[in-house]
């Protein structure tokens, strides 16, 4: 799919192919529409970008909040969306040992008590133990920095899982 | 379900029982989320309608974009969210006559075009001869008078809903 494709689609589609790129939030993408036609791939990308940054804080908040805990209830009882699954399972987190669940279970719950959103990283940048110190790492630190940083993370995953639609035809 | 009992809600459970009170946007009362404590239902509604007023017009177009059709596509393959299927059918739009059903699948097809946007009306405070009326009128319509114009719409099928939940406690 070229750039002009992407700019020919009418709303409706658009939603149903990038409407995930933030996860559950399709209201994103349903938005950045409005400012088609993009010159590029990386111009959409912006727009999003652009997008979540003129969001208050709160806003910013309720995009992390969307998120499923890594390797928590939602991958267990089968309810992650299908991007969120492929990201979680290729860093290892469907098959943790019961010592590395316990502890990711223990160090989401006091990342959420902490903060009041869960931790978002893109797992796709990093295997299981990056991911485990990471998690272990940030929950020291105050809580706008953590937003800001969750928010990096939402940038990370989107421009990855757009760079697979747009490679990929099978969308359409 | 009073106030108290929502404002004691972790982020997760108030999303998911919060989540579609703005259509598929569950974004939206993961942000409010912040604002608790809530002193009454009206003060919920409040922050609801506060952050989306402070969206970018391409924030409330995105808005509108994440609501379906009335009496479309998603209606007939049963892929309608739980509250709009409600609303559709308590309206009659699960029951057109074929007449009718060309007639909205025909005025949609004109707003969208006219708009980028569908119509959105809060199908509750109408019925089929009166949404069929406001569907033809507002294809009229300039596109901002339509945004608003919709957007009002997403607070009053957001009310409805709130007050559902709030008065039913089986969500709990």
Redesign the interface.
Known sequence: MDISAVNAL???DF?NIFGNVVE????????????RPFVSLADLEAAINQ?ID??????K???L??HPDLAGRDLHRGALTRESRQEQAGAGLDALRSDEASRVSRLNEEY?RRF??PFVVCARAHDKASILRELSERCGNERAAERARGIQEVKKICRLRLQDLVRSDNKL
Chains 1, 2 share one sequence.
């Open positions: 009418p709303y409706e939603v559950k939030c399709p209201l994103v993408s349903a938005a950045v529409w409005t400012r997008f003129a969001l208050p804080e709160s806003g908040e309720g995009i909040r969307c959420k009041g959103f």
